[in-house]
């Protein structure tokens, strides 16, 4: 006669699936979507307050259609040669009456004067600089069509953030002589901050839409 099997005591495996999924928790690591660093603009005080006129020489106009054909100020233009134009677009290197008009820093202090925190901030600029830099007015706005293929967009994307960090490393360079993306926060704050306030960010992004593309 056979012998009876024995009962199995699972009460442990319980606590021990309880302990391994504690363990993976743990250990396991996540990739996070940061997403595109962009600058929001401030919210207006006045909702009903009509918008600054904007001179047009100051807007580079990007548009990309549903097929990645992109326009520059309504000029066809190749992916490899936007950086180089967004480039000369913000440095304005032969003071070109139609590209960006430019302000010193002693003029924005000037301007600044009822703000207090904008006026200190351009006054620590000015030091930390230890010139009269002039600020490029120019912005660039960018707006895509619905249909334009993410890879477009991230290359477009790429290739201006790539024209601003060559702006602030030639800068930075003739000033103290090292790269803008060797400073270091720790060490180099007040520099950091110097930089990117006379070379912001500058790039406006539209809500998507039909740009001459499908429906």
Request: charged fraction near 25%.
């Amino acid at each position: 006669m056979a012998r009876p099997c024995p009962n199995i005591n699972a009460g442990s495996m319980a606590d021990i699936s309880f302990l391994l999924l504690i363990f993976f928790l743990v250990t396991t690591t996540m990739d996070v979507n940061q997403g595109i660093n962009r600058l929001l603009p401030p919210l207006m005080d006045d909702p009903t307050a009509k918008p600054p006129k904007i001179n047009r020489r100051n807007v580079l106009v990007v548009l990309v259609n549903s097929t990645d054909q992109m326009l520059v100020n309504n000029k066809f233009m190749e992916i490899g040669d936007l950086r180089q134009e967004a480039v000369i677009f913000f440095t304005n290197p032969m003071d070109d009456p139609n590209l960006p008009e430019k302000e010193s820093i002693t003029q924005k202090m000037a301007d600044s004067r009822g703000d207090a925190a904008k006026y200190d901030k351009w006054k620590q600029t000015y030091e930390v600089l230890g010139e009269d830099y002039k600020v490029s007015k120019g912005v660039i706005s960018l707006q895509n069509d619905r249909g334009t293929s993410y890879k477009m967009y991230i290359q477009v994307q790429d290739e201006l953030a790539r024209a601003i960090t060559e702006v602030r490393n030639e800068l930075c360079m003739r000033l103290w002589g090292v790269k803008f993306t060797s400073l270091k926060e720790e060490t180099d704050l007040a520099r950091i901050e110097a930089i990117q306030a006379v070379i912001p960010a500058a790039i406006s992004e539209a809500e998507p839409k039909n740009i001459g593309g499908q429906q």
